[in-house]
């Protein structure tokens, strides 16, 4: 039985999943950007302080690899380039205010769709929703910490 339910609720996820992406989707497909372009960008994003060795480890690829990429959002405004000021040899990555907002744009897009199902639904069953996705949170937390969940 439970096993059953995990099943479900995968599906059920999935289900709305593609629901999310549906909408996201013409976002994506307009952008001017490969997928290992993308994958540096939030990469970038997200370590505030890189450089082209720590990104080419973080994203699993050689740093000759990144250093065309680099160039190329470099290029369309999306990424600088800063020296360091301790080490001019040293130059960081950095996610420029155009790329913010493009990566921005896209996540505002998906929160627009989720809104948008969310509205949908009645008081109570919003209600529910919450307390659903309080419980999973919590076992995200719970996860962190090492806890295996059992009791």
């Known amino acids: 039985m439970r096993e059953e339910t995990i099943a ?3 599906r059920l996820r999935r289900r709305v999943n593609h629901f999310m992406r549906e909408g996201s989707v013409e976002s994506w497909i307009n952008l ?3 997928i290992p372009q993308m994958k540096c960008l939030i990469y970038i994003l997200r370590h505030e302080k890189t450089n082209l060795s ?3 480890a973080g994203i699993h690829v050689t740093p000759a690899n990144v250093t065309g990429i680099i160039d190329r959002l470099v290029e ?3 990424v600088s380039r800063i020296q360091d000021s301790a080490d001019r040899r040293v130059l960081w990555l950095s996610v420029t205010q155009k790329g913010e907002s493009m990566l921005a744009s896209l996540k505002e897009g998906k929160m627009g769709r989720m809104r948008e199902l969310l ?3 009645s008081d109570k069953e919003l209600a529910i929703v919450e307390q659903a996705f309080d419980i999973l949170a919590g076992a995200v937390d719970s ?3 090492g ?3 059992n009791g």
Do not use: I, P, S
Request: glycine fraction near 14%; aromatic fraction near 0%; proline fraction near 0%.
């Open 54 to 56: 720590g990104l080419a």
């Open 143 to 145: 996860m962190k910490e």
């Open 147 to 149: 806890d295996d969940g």
């Open 32 to 34: 001017n950007l490969t």
């Open 8 to 10: 479900k609720v995968v």
């Open 76 to 78: 369309q405004g999306l």
């Open 119 to 121: 509205e949908r639904l």
